[in-house]
């Protein structure tokens, strides 16, 4: 048993095997870049015709393609892990904008319902409005332009409830269209 273990330390030990372990030359490994660039997976022939080309073994060609091929993924999740970290800040900084946005839209909605408020409280009558017009007799449609912006209308001469257009506008936040 000795000499079987006297043997084997003889022909793999770790100083014998450091030994014998080669460094590859530039040219050998341009010519191993310019090979995985143009395949990244190694096949058999391919690994045999490269051990002839570089002198060297195919176990070696083969254990460099697997390292090789472990760097490039780590480097293209690395790429593709920094173009979802741009994408991130940049949906976050859109968010951030939209979110402004709405706290501007949201004021003047305010605003907005403080001035329908305001002019709920009193109806209005025809003649305080000197820009209105109106169409038609008894029978038809009136409308009265308020600032150009706002109109109210009368049909028949009866005038539209305010508090059913405010229930209705306030409504609007919750699904219908009126804001």
Not at 118 to 136: D, H, I, K, T
Request: aromatic share 8%; charged share 25%.
């Amino acid at each position: 048993m000795n000499l079987l273990n006297s043997q084997y330390q003889k022909h793999y030990s770790p100083k014998r095997a450091k030994s014998n372990k080669k460094r590859l030359t530039q040219d050998q490994v341009r010519l191993l870049e310019a090979s995985f660039d143009s395949n990244k997976k190694l096949e058999p022939e391919r690994k045999f015709v490269l051990a002839r080309e570089l002198g060297i073994l195919p176990r070696q060609i083969a254990i460099w393609y697997q390292n090789k091929r472990a760097r490039w993924k780590n480097q293209s999740l690395e790429l593709d892990y920094n173009m979802l970290q741009l994408r991130l800040e940049s949906a976050l900084a859109e968010k951030r904008q939209l979110e402004r946005d709405i706290g501007v839209v949201r004021q003047e909605l305010h605003k907005a319902q403080e001035m329908f408020f305001a002019l709920s409280q009193a109806p209005p009558s025809v003649s305080s409005f000197p820009s209105c017009y109106e169409e038609g007799g008894s029978n038809s449609l009136q409308r009265y332009s308020l600032h150009g912006d706002v109109s109210c209308s009368w049909v028949n001469d009866e005038a539209l409830q305010l508090e059913e257009l405010s229930a209705s506008c306030f409504m609007g936040a919750h699904g219908s269209n009126c804001v």
